[in-house]
């Protein structure tokens, strides 16, 4: 049998045996190979020899070479991206829309009225001609104003600097120490500032500010998220904007739709946020046409002469595509809807699909990441801005011992406040600016491996038109007040209140909502 022959040729060669020197090992591999190198370097004479070593020790090295490049090329885990453009139906996007101020000041008018009286007279101090508030700060309440006060710092000597209290010795806090001079806020050598202490007001440090506008905006911000840190969340959200008096008009497609097509969620920076087509207990809605006839109209009241003055400073709508069952970053990824026009949006989806470890630090559910998402109780999937708040809310309970108003809480811990955590301001400004604590985050949070990006264009008109303002506001005035006379109005100055038109993928804004319009979705690309 064949076998046999081949396995007695193999025992022959065994038994001769390649000797016991490397020059006998090399002699007998040499007679022994099928290669035509190293038999000729052996067999040939000198001149033969010489060429046929070149000629082996050359393309020897070219192989070698070759399985260098092979192996590192395997070892740098090089991706390839493939890219496809093309129409077909997809799912329509979740569409969340928020007021632009979280709150209705006729509900929050009662909880702000200390907040709002020491505004007032803090504007007049650094605005009056006059130093005339010797006799209006008794009835004030200074309780906030102590914690975290505005000052004047006088910089004219760049080596001397004074810090000035705005109220001088005009309460208890700050007796004795000097007044600022009348409208110094405004006044060439002056900055102001915020004061924030730690340790009982054993250590300050001062944020500061290049113009009044931005010192008692954000002064002002931070006293009243120490207040509505202490409300509960359901009257929070009764303070809000209810869905049945924003949306005043919804079609999508042909089909008509409502405020009861849409899920409420609490967004502490813009109040009650509606969300449309999220996904949660429906399946999603299909798109399969451009166009904005395709697409979401509605029609949204903004209420902006009920908006809280001093909280708001911008009037319209927020609004934000997102997919199906994940969580809206209004602030982080929204754009606005101003009142009295139609906003148009076209949108550009990009589907992102990566590979993974070892090709790229992506996670598939967030499982494999080490920060506890706080979102999860939404019942969203992971994504990497939600990752980031968790962190920072980790890193706020670690290092404050209390959690900000602004991101979930977090299990069996309490939300920062003057009244328990006197120091809470000072630790969040430290934390917020501390660079350390960004890249931690950043380091930690991975990814998402599937991930989908909407890119808009926006265009806008004036809406509606002088000819048609008068009809649309009477209809719309009938269907939700129930009234004869006009109750809307897209001037800022009336007394009623204003709406916006949205339409599917696009958002168009002022007074009167946007259209939002989702025309088509055109990119998608997967890596």
């Known amino acids: 049998m064949h076998w046999r022959k081949y396995l007695l040729q193999g025992l022959h060669r065994l038994q001769k045996g390649p000797g016991y020197t490397y020059k006998e090992l090399l002699v007998w591999y040499c007679n022994n190979t099928n290669t035509h190198g190293p038999k000729r370097i052996i067999c040939e004479g000198p001149k033969k020899k010489a060429m046929w070593f070149l000629i082996t020790l050359l393309f020897a090295s070219l192989v070698c070479w070759q399985w260098g490049v092979f192996i590192k090329t395997y070892l740098s885990w090089d991706v390839s991206v493939s890219l496809s453009l093309g129409f077909k139906t997809m799912d329509f996007p979740a569409v969340t829309i928020c007021n632009s101020s979280p709150f209705r000041y006729s509900k929050a008018k009662p909880l702000l009225k200390d907040l709002d009286e020491l505004m007032q007279v803090v504007l007049d101090r650094i605005l009056a001609p006059e130093p005339t508030l010797a006799n209006t700060t008794g009835a004030l309440n200074f309780t906030l104003w102590n914690h975290t006060p505005l000052v004047l710092i006088d910089e004219r000597d760049p080596q001397h600097p004074v810090v000035l209290d705005l109220f001088g010795d005009n309460h208890n806090a700050s007796a004795g120490s000097s007044a600022a001079p009348a409208r110094a806020g405004n006044a060439p050598g002056y900055k102001l500032a915020m004061r924030l202490c730690s340790l009982n007001g054993t250590v300050c440090t001062f944020r500061n500010f290049t113009s009044a506008t931005r010192a008692v905006t954000e ?105 199906q069952r994940t969580y809206p970053f209004i602030k982080e990824e929204g754009i606005y809807a101003t009142s009295g026009t139609e906003t148009s949006i076209g949108v550009l989806v990009d589907k992102l699909q990566r590979m993974g470890e070892p090709y790229s630090p992506c996670t598939r559910n967030g499982s494999d990441v080490a920060i506890r998402n706080l979102y999860s109780s939404y019942n969203t999937t992971y994504s990497i801005q939600a990752c980031l708040h968790s962190c920072f809310q980790e890193h706020m309970v670690r290092n404050c011992s209390c959690a900000h108003y602004l991101y979930p809480l977090p299990p069996g811990q309490r939300y920062c406040n003057s009244r328990d955590f006197p120091d809470w301001a000072h630790c969040y400004f430290d934390l917020r600016m501390s660079l350390a604590q960004r890249e931690s985050c950043i380091r930690m949070c991975k990814e998402s491996c599937n991930d989908t990006q909407y890119k808009m264009t926006i265009s806008m008109a004036d809406w509606p038109s002088e000819a048609s303002e008068d009809w649309i506001f009477h209809v719309l005035s009938q269907e939700r007040d129930h009234s004869t006379n006009i109750t809307l109005s897209k001037q800022f100055y009336s007394p009623s209140s204003s709406c916006c038109l949205l339409q599917e993928g696009h958002c168009q804004a002022q007074y009167l909502l946007p259209r939002i319009q989702l025309p088509h979705y055109r990119g998608i690309s997967s890596q």
Not at 257 to 265: A, E, H, K, L
């Open 219 to 323: 002064w002002y911000v931070l006293q009243a998220t120490n207040i509505f840190s202490q409300v509960p969340h359901q009257q929070l959200v009764e303070m809000g904007y209810p869905a049945e008096h924003m949306i005043l008009a919804c079609l999508f497609g042909t089909e008509p739709c409502s405020y009861r097509n849409f899920t409420s969620i609490f967004y502490p920076d813009y109040g009650n946020c509606y969300i449309f087509n999220w996904g949660m207990e429906e399946a999603a809605l299909p798109s399969a046409n451009p166009g904005a006839e395709f697409g979401l109209k509605l029609i949204l009241d903004i209420d902006q002469e009920d908006y809280v003055p001093f909280l708001a400073s911008t009037a319209g709508a927020r609004l934000v595509l997102h997919e």
